[in-house]
């Protein structure tokens, strides 16, 4: 099994800037690539982006391409989420994920282990 611990959530203002992180442990060779979702109060849980641990591909969904970045340190087994620029509507539980393949990235079925959340405020 892989465990996921995320950090970093918090209360910003509008404009303002936080950085996510998300821990690996346990089995994670088993982990091809690490994934980024959120979840809003009565809506589903929307892809935010993704990377491989190899070669650092990534994919931003383009509601956050420009604002948000995705990047990892494999020494760390640790994957970040740096959001620049927020909106309110950015306001959700941000939740790391683990997949075994790159295929199917942006969608939640694909990954097999989630970290616990962390919540995102951004006041107008």
């Known amino acids: 099994q892989v465990q996921l611990v995320e950090s970093g959530g918090g209360l910003v203002q509008a404009g303002g800037s936080l950085r996510l992180s998300c821990a690996a442990s346990?089995?994670?060779?088993?982990?091809?690539?690490m994934g980024w979702f959120r979840q809003a109060p009565g809506k589903e849980r929307e892809f935010v982006a993704a990377?491989?641990?190899?070669?650092?591909?990534?994919w931003h969904a383009d509601s956050v391409k420009g604002r948000f970045t995705i990047s990892r340190d494999n020494a760390k087994n640790t994957v970040y989420l740096q959001m620049n620029s927020l909106k309110p509507e950015d306001t959700a539980v941000y939740y790391c994920?683990?997949?075994?393949?790159?295929?199917?990235?942006?969608?939640?079925?694909?990954?097999?282990?989630w970290g616990q959340g962390t919540q995102v405020t951004v006041s107008s």
């Open positions: 994920a683990s997949s075994p393949r790159w295929v199917r990235r942006t969608v939640a079925a694909e990954y097999d282990y």
């Open positions: 346990g089995r994670t060779s088993s982990s091809f690539a």
């Open positions: 990377i491989t641990w190899n070669f650092a591909l990534t």
